[in-house]
């Protein structure tokens, strides 16, 4: 499956509406948690396309910034079409992804989050040789 590294998302418009489009799609399925924002096209991404040029999956990453992660890259979000899942898609992507993150010289460690019921990234993370190493817990304030 061909891999293409964009380097930044917004340079190529038909690859950022894919990526915007597809995040709508995944927080209304549950997979990304619905109070989070989406793309803002800063983000470095390696998209996976067919043999045709149609995009099948990506995931977008970027240098975290903040005092609590330097030298950290953050893999933000993971999509693979449900037509093309079990298939190494998701794997290579993730693979390609840390390889470009961990070219650069300044970057220590790369990270990622999944929604606690999410086995399958779990999974995935855990193959390309990621460990769990927190846990978030979350109450939700509701009102009125
Ligand atoms: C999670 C996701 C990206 C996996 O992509 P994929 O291309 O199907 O994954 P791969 O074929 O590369 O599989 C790699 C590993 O992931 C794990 N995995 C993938 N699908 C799995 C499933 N349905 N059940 C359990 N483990 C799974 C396995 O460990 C697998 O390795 P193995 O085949 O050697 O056992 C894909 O299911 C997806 O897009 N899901 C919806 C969006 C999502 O959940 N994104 C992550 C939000 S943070």
Redesign the pocket.
């Known amino acids: 499956m061909p891999l293409r590294h964009i380097e930044t998302l917004a340079d190529d418009a038909h690859a950022f509406a894919y990526v915007a489009g597809s995040f709508e799609l995944?927080r209304a399925?549950g997979?990304?948690p619905k109070d989070r924002a989406g793309p803002s096209g800063g983000e470095q991404c390696i998209l996976a396309e067919s043999e045709f040029g149609v995009p099948v999956?990506f995931v977008t990453f970027y240098r975290a910034d903040h005092p609590n992660y330097v030298g950290c890259v953050w893999i933000d979000?993971?999509?693979?079409?449900?037509t093309?899942?079990?298939?190494?898609?998701?794997?290579?992507?993730?693979e390609r992804a840390i390889a470009v993150a961990e070219s650069d010289p300044e970057v220590t460690r790369v990270e990622?989050?999944?929604?606690s019921h999410?086995?399958?990234?779990q999974?995935?993370a855990?193959?390309v040789g990621m460990q769990a190493s927190r846990i978030d817990f979350v109450r939700e304030v509701h009102r009125g």
């Open positions: 995944g399925l997979f990304f999956g979000l993971v999509w693979v079409e449900k093309h899942r079990r298939m190494g898609v998701g794997r290579a992507m993730l990622l989050g999944t929604l999410n086995m399958r990234m999974n995935l855990r193959r």
